[in-house]
């Protein structure tokens, strides 16, 4: 584990793409809450990297408990709840994860002119989104402790992790 640097901040927010839907990135999404066992991988993956990052929370630095802890992203998630990658995701405390979650707007709309059957039709189109609270990309100014960002998984996908019972 090397945690978080400049280099990893650019690299993910090159794989989230413009719209941070990661395209083209497999086992990207969230993972599943409920296991045939009856257990929770998405718990399970919370926990293992909780205790990689020796129960501290990168955001504070601070102790921080299983049940207080939650999914942090350093590129943001996106639409589709996206970006379960190594290195992009760490245990969080709530205070930091909500000072830096990302909230967007749409940017002013676009008009632009298609034609059907030959005759010109103006149409308005959404604008770009444009950021207007938090942080998009986390870069290790933004954390306290950016060296306890796991960088590293035991695997891409939420397999190999313990099924914790609810």
């Not at 927010?13 to 809450?33: D, I, L, M, Q």
């Amino acid at each position: 584990m090397t945690g978080l640097t400049m280099a990893l901040s650019a690299y993910l927010r090159s794989v989230a793409g413009p719209e941070f839907t990661y395209p083209g990135v497999t086992g990207a999404g969230r993972p599943s809450n409920r296991h045939p066992s009856g257990g929770s991988p998405r718990r399970g993956l919370k926990a293992w990297l909780l205790a990689a990052q020796g129960g501290l929370c990168p955001c504070c630095g601070e102790g921080l408990a299983l049940a207080e802890a939650e999914f942090s992203h350093v590129a943001a998630r996106g639409p589709k709840v996206s970006g379960f990658i190594p290195g992009n995701v760490y245990a969080g405390c709530r205070a930091g994860n909500s000072r830096m979650a990302p909230e967007w707007t749409d940017g002013p709309a676009v008009e632009a002119t298609m034609y059907v059957g030959g005759e010109a039709h103006t149409v308005s189109l959404p604008g770009p989104k444009v950021l207007i609270k938090g942080v998009d990309v986390q870069t290790p100014d933004h954390l306290g402790r950016p060296d306890l960002v796991p960088t590293e998984w035991p695997c891409q996908t939420t397999g190999g992790f313990r099924v914790y019972a609810d």
